[in-house]
C-alpha cells in the first residue's frame, strides 16, 4: 500500500479509537446542575464554577470511557474557602455496582492548608479514603490533576507527582474497576458538615460567592459506545510499558509524598479497619 495512504488510514484509526484534548468545553462536557452557576470563559476553552446560597454546579463528560488518561487544569478557590468541596472524578453512574475514582479538594479557613481527599470505589464498595495536604497553593495558579487507569494500575497525579497508586491485585481476589466505562465529572458544593476539620469550620457566606476555574480538559480513553475492542487493544498508549507501573522517578516522588505530605490513610486507621482491607498488603 502506498505509504501515505497508510498513513492516512493510521491516522484515521487512531482518531477514530482515541479521544482527546477538545477545543472548547462544550465538545466533551454539558453541565449537569446549575447552568446559571457556570460561565464558560476564555471563548469556551475554560469553565468557571460557582457556589453560592442559593446553589453549587457540576458538569460531565458526553461520553463515557473505558481505560485511559484524564486530566485537567484546576484553580481552586482562594482565601477562606472552609466547608466547601471542589471535586473531579470518574464515575460508572451504575447505582449498586459502582466503580467510582475521585480527587476531592477540601477547602479551608485561610492559610490553611487544601486537603485532597482520594476514594476508589470497586465493583459497589468504597470506603478507601485517602488524604494528602498539597505542598502547595492550588488557589494560586492551575495546577494538573490527572487519573490513569490501564488493566494494569490506577494512579491519582498532581502535576507529575503520583499521589495514589491502586493496583490490579485481581489474582489476589482483589477487585478492580474494568468492566464499567466510567464518565468523567466535577462538581462544586457545600459540605461544611463534615469537609473541614471533620465539620467543625463552617462555610463563611460572607465570602461567596466562591469560584473554581477548570480549563486544558484531555480525556484520552476509549469512548463506550465507540469502536469495538479498543479497550482491550494492547496498543492504546495508556497500557504501555512505561505506564504499567510506576517509574523510579514517580516511585521516588510517590514516597516523597507519603512521608511528608500524607496525612491520612484508611489502611492504618484501626478505628475504623481493626484488620486491614486486603488491598492494603497487596503492594503497589
Ligand atoms: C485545614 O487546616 C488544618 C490546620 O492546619 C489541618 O489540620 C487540616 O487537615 C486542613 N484541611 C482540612 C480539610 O481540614
Known sequence: MNVLLSLFLHILSFSLTVSGRPATFLQDFRVTWAESHTRQIDGGRAIQLILDQNSGCGFASKSKYLFGRVSMKIKLIPGDSA???????????????RDELDFEFLGNRSGQPYTVQTNIYAHG????????????????????YS?????????????????????????????????????????????????????????????????AYYKDFDIEGCPVPGPTNCAANPGNWWEGSGYQALNALEARRYRWVRINH?????????????VPPPECFAGI
Open 125 to 144: 464498595k468504597g470506603d478507601r479514603e485517602q488524604r494528602v495536604n498539597l505542598w502547595f497553593d492550588p488557589a494560586a495558579a492551575f495546577h494538573t
Open 83 to 97: 466547608g466547601t468541596v471542589t471535586a473531579f472524578y470518574l464515575n460508572s453512574d451504575t447505582n449498586t455496582v
Open 147 to 211: 487519573i490513569l487507569w490501564n488493566h494494569h494500575h490506577i494512579v491519582f497525579y498532581v502535576d507529575e507527582v503520583p499521589i495514589r497508586v491502586y493496583k490490579n491485585n485481581e489474582a489476589k481476589n482483589i477487585p478492580f474497576p474494568k468492566f464499567q466505562p466510567m464518565g468523567v465529572f466535577s462538581t462544586l458544593w457545600e459540605a461544611d458538615n463534615w469537609a473541614t476539620r471533620g465539620g467543625l469550620e463552617k462555610i463563611d457566606w460572607s465570602k461567596a460567592p466562591f469560584y
Open 262 to 274: 500524607m496525612i491520612y490513610d484508611y489502611c492504618t486507621d484501626k478505628s475504623r479497619y481493626p
